[in-house]
């Protein structure tokens, strides 16, 4: 369970440490061994200070204790009271770390003592010595810190024992000195370090900011960036490969412009050829073969009226048939190709024409037509031919794969674009799949014929729901060197 919960922090740590930025990271890397260096170095300094200091301190105290009782001796043996308090005072003096000092005389009593306001109780017995002792130190706690109190027999403990406490009042003032350079020294190494990281972030990522930059400017086509090269070293080789890669794609791209505007040319040549073609064979079929027709149904019906009782009369008369059915399919056949009323009075006039022939022609299928806005108002000629044959390819289509009972068609003249919708309730395909393949180009010059007018085009199907046609013709955008003849 705990390896689970240090594998759980660990991850956390590396996530959470993974978010941050590379400033941040070198920052707190910095810092942090900053930190942990001058901390560690300022405790073990601390510790071995204390140590050492607290060692010389016992034999400071010793020292002084072996000599207040050697200078003592005399004065026990001649009974010179006052000279003995007067030299506690002076050791006194001399020393400030001596906290207090007194002599024991060898029945016990205390015989002079530095203390102003009496013996304080329990201190004879806090520190014991035995005659043969050399001396004996005890480390006690008392309210002014922790005091060395060393004993040490006088005349070999016949003439008493001398006691002196040495505060560590001055060893503490060394060690917190001392600690507080060590931190003030670890504060201004880490600015140091801190500035020093500051300076190689900045050194190091400006770069790689750069370079950032430089990716999103180019995700969003524009190649004309550039990264600063700093520095001949891996960075700086990584900028110069990414100058390289933009370059080359920056021609691609100016390849790839330059490819699809002549691909828009070839496609606009070959639209406007057709509809050339389509409105030279309409005409030739409206003035020709219908002139032509017309004649011949008329001399048949001079023919039919002149030989009112020949034998062949049912048969000129199904001649004449048969000529006026050819006239009446070479006049929708005209239509088809190009109405000239499209030219003549526009895309509502021409629409509804072709609906009706449509119509006429497959009565099975119900079409609804609504256009509304164009009031007096002529498009583009480019525009209506584009529409034309839109709605034309997808009333074909709806005859051809959808199956449908109704197919509704909306044309709407707004005020910058050109609107056109064509539903189906038929069987529906599926969209997503490839509809353009070999031989089946309707859809495709569909949306090749909007595109080249800078519009939108969006079909949408699902099996069994009927298709939908939306297009979307801007009028403003339109150029006038689109051109379909
Ligand atoms: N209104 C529609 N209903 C059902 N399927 C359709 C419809 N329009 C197009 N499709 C499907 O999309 C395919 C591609 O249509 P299109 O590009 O016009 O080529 P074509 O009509 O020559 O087959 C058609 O073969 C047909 O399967
Ligand atoms: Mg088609």
Redesign the pocket.
């Known amino acids: 369970m705990t390896k689970a919960f240090f594998r759980r922090c660990f991850y956390k740590f590396i996530t959470s440490a993974g978010a941050v930025s590379v400033r941040t990271k070198i920052m707190g890397i910095v810092l942090g061994l900053v930190l942990l260096l001058g901390f560690t170095l300022t405790w073990q300094v601390r510790q071995l200070l204390v140590k050492a200091l607290y060692e010389q301190q016992h034999q400071e105290a010793v020292a002084l204790t072996r000599d207040l009782s050697a200078r003592a001796t005399d004065l026990i043996l001649i009974n010179d009271l006052y000279a003995l308090q007067v030299l506690l005072q002076d050791t006194q003096r001399n020393y400030p770390n001596v906290l207090y000092a007194f002599i024991i005389d060898k029945d016990g009593y205390v015989i002079a003592h530095t203390f102003d306001q009496g013996m304080p109780p329990n201190l004879i017995d806090a520190n014991i010595v035995q005659n043969n002792d050399y001396e004996h130190t005890v480390i006690l706690q008392t309210s002014e810190g922790y005091v060395w109190d060393t004993a040490v027999p006088i005349f070999g403990g016949n003439a008493g024992i001398a006691r002196l406490g040495l505060s560590d009042y001055q060893v503490k003032q060394t060690v917190n000195s001392i600690t507080g350079q060590l931190l003030l020294t670890t504060v201004l190494v880490s600015v140091l370090g801190i500035s020093a990281a500051i300076f190689l972030m900045w050194v190091l990522t400006r770069p790689i900011i750069e370079l950032v930059d430089a990716a999103h400017a180019v995700s969003q086509q524009n190649f004309s960036h550039r990264v600063r090269v700093w520095a001949e070293d891996e960075i700086g080789r990584l900028s110069q490969a990414f100058n390289m890669m933009i370059e080359a794609l920056e021609r691609a791209e100016k390849e790839r412009a330059e490819r699809e505007i002549l691909r828009a040319q070839y496609v606009q040549g070959v639209i406007a050829a057709q509809e050339d073609e389509r409105k030279r064979v309409a005409r030739e079929l409206h003035d020709s073969t219908s002139q032509s027709l017309t004649s011949l149904m008329i001399g048949l019906k001079m023919l039919e009226e002149t030989c009112q009782r020949c034998r062949k009369l049912e048969r000129v008369s199904e001649l004449r048939n048969i000529a006026g059915q050819t006239l009446e399919d070479v006049h929708s056949l005209a239509i088809q190709l190009r109405p000239s009323v499209l030219d003549d009075l526009g895309l509502p006039d021409a629409l509804r024409r072709y609906v009706a022939e449509f119509q006429r022609r497959y009565p099975s299928l119900n079409i609804d037509l609504a256009i509304t806005g164009f009031e007096n108002r002529r498009l583009p000629s480019e525009v209506e031919t584009a529409l034309y044959r839109i709605i034309q390819?997808?009333l074909?289509?709806?005859i051809?794969?959808?199956e449908a009972q109704t197919a509704s068609i909306l044309v709407e003249c707004r005020a910058n674009s050109v609107l056109a919708i064509v539903d189906?309730d038929?069987?529906?395909?599926d969209v997503s799949s490839k509809?353009?393949q070999d031989?089946?180009?309707?859809?495709?010059g569909i949306q090749e014929r909007v595109e080249l007018l800078s519009g939108q085009v969006e079909i949408e199907?699902e099996l069994g729901h009927g298709?939908s046609i939306y297009v979307n013709i801007p009028l403003a955008a339109t150029t006038k060197e689109v051109f379909y003849g």
């Open positions: 390819e997808a074909t289509n709806i051809r794969h959808a189906d038929g069987k529906g395909f509809f353009y031989g089946h180009l309707g859809l495709y199907s298709t």
